[in-house]
Structures are given as C-alpha cells and as structure tokens.
C-alpha cells in the first residue's frame, strides 16, 4: 500500500504544491493518515510534518497544534529530554493531549553526528512516544 500512496503523493505532487505551504492540519492531505512525527530547517527553523504512509511533507506553525488546531500561548509546550540530543523535540498539546515529535534538522551536534533519512525520522525517535506516554499518566 505504501508504494501506491508514495506513486500517488508524486503523481500530485504539481497539483498540490499550494498544500506543502497552507494545509494547516495534522491529517496528510494525500492520503488522510494522521501524522506524529516532522523536522524543522531552513530560514527560521519552520517546522515540517511529514506523513509516514506517502511520505507528503508540508509546513505546520510550531505554536498550533495539529489535531485541535489550538494556538493560544501555552496550549503548545514542547520537551527536549534526552540531555545527549538535544535536537529532538516532544511537542504535546495541553488542550487535547496529543504529541509529535520534531527533528531538529539545523542543530550542529546533529549535523555532525549525521541524521537517518526522514522516512525513518518515526523510529529514530521512539523514545520520545515513552516519554509521551509518561507525560500523559502523569496528567492522569
């Protein structure tokens, strides 16, 4: 299945240039698989979600949530907990409780450590689903 949707994210890719800079939804716009994981890079560090099925990316504002759509200061708090890479990020939602996780692409200790392609960015950084997972019984 995931070739199909991945040939399918490609064959659109040109119709749907306009949804990588405005889709404002944690939902993939090609194939409607909900997405966890992202990178952040370039001028600003925006921030990129990236769907793990088709692998379509799109910009996503780092203070919003993706399934709630919340944005008032303080909805959106983001962790940094593993001391040895710092440049992977836990975001979470204080309204609705969901996470992502961010790669953060620009850290120099990242870079010169080297990075895995981005479609494994969801493995790479299981951890951070643990420690989701602790953040969410300690709300409980």
């Given at each position: 299945?995931?070739?199909?949707?991945?040939?399918?994210?490609?064959?659109?890719?040109?119709?749907?240039?306009?949804?990588?800079?405005?889709?404002?939804?944690?939902?993939?716009?090609?194939?409607?698989?909900?997405?966890?994981?992202?990178?952040?890079?370039?001028?600003?560090?925006?921030?990129?979600?990236?769907?793990?099925?088709?692998?379509?990316?799109w910009v996503f504002p780092r203070a919003r949530c993706p399934y709630?759509?919340?944005?008032?200061?303080?909805?959106?708090?983001?962790?940094?907990?593993?001391?040895?890479?710092?440049?992977?990020?836990?975001?979470?939602?204080?309204?609705?409780?969901?996470?992502?996780?961010?790669?953060?692409?620009?850290?120099?200790?990242?870079?010169?450590?080297?990075?895995?392609?981005?479609?494994?960015?969801?493995?790479y950084t299981f951890v951070l689903d643990a420690v989701a997972e602790?953040?969410?019984?300690?709300?409980?």
């Amino acid at each position: 299945m995931q070739p199909l949707l991945s040939a399918l994210r490609i064959a659109a890719s040109g119709a749907l240039g306009w949804v990588r800079e405005y889709w404002q939804q944690g939902l993939c716009p090609v194939c409607g698989s909900a997405t966890r994981v992202g990178y952040m890079r370039g001028e600003g560090r925006r921030q990129f979600l990236r769907c793990q099925v088709c692998g379509m990316e799109w910009v996503f504002p780092r203070a919003r949530c993706p399934y709630c759509g919340a944005d008032s200061p303080g909805d959106v708090v983001f962790y940094r907990p593993l001391e040895s890479r710092q440049w992977l990020r836990l975001y979470r939602c204080r309204r609705c409780g969901a996470y992502w996780k961010i790669v953060d692409e620009e850290d120099e200790a990242a870079a010169e450590r080297g990075l895995p392609p981005r479609e494994l960015y969801d493995t790479y950084t299981f951890v951070l689903d643990a420690v989701a997972e602790m953040l969410a019984s300690k709300r409980r």
